[in-house]
């Protein structure tokens, strides 16, 4: 079954971090770009980070910056994304996407570029941030 599968999520306090994985099963993840989303309820969906193909442009949202890492290891076809500081505003599902093809700009790829389409999309894994 060609899928991704998100792992790494749980509860944890402010300042705190934590480890998410966005694993492949059934597919190599090396000719897709990967993108972080995450979803609360009420709100829009955000677009939190992105890798291309070989890691050559990685983005950030503003509101991650210098908090997060995204990297990705070919070789065990899983992208992840390292939380740190976290305060009780990231509390969301986080969810990864593949996209055969992406938009680079320099070394960004953009997040929410319009007709974005993704091959594959996980089923997400729940952050919490509370004291």
């Known amino acids: 079954q060609l899928q991704l599968v998100e792992s790494g999520g749980g509860l944890v306090q402010p300042g705190g971090s934590l480890r998410l994985s966005c694993a492949a099963s059934?597919?190599?993840?090396?000719?897709?770009?990967i993108f972080w989303f995450r979803q609360t309820p009420g709100k829009e969906q955000e677009g939190v980070s992105c890798?291309?193909?070989?890691?050559?442009?990685?983005d950030y949202a503003d509101f991650v910056k210098g908090r997060f890492t995204i990297s990705r290891d070919d070789a065990n076809n899983m992208v992840t994304l390292e939380m740190n500081s976290l305060t009780p505003e990231d509390t969301a599902i986080y969810y990864c996407?593949?996209?055969?093809?992406?938009?680079?700009?320099?070394?960004?790829?953009?997040?929410?570029?319009?007709?974005?389409?993704?091959?594959?999309r996980g089923q997400g894994t729940q952050v919490i941030v509370s004291s």
């Open positions: 996407a593949a996209a055969s093809g992406i938009t680079i700009v320099k070394d960004r790829c953009i997040m929410n570029f319009p007709g974005q389409t993704y091959e594959f």
């Open positions: 059934g597919f190599s993840l090396e000719t897709y770009g």
């Open positions: 890798i291309s193909k070989r890691g050559v442009a990685i």
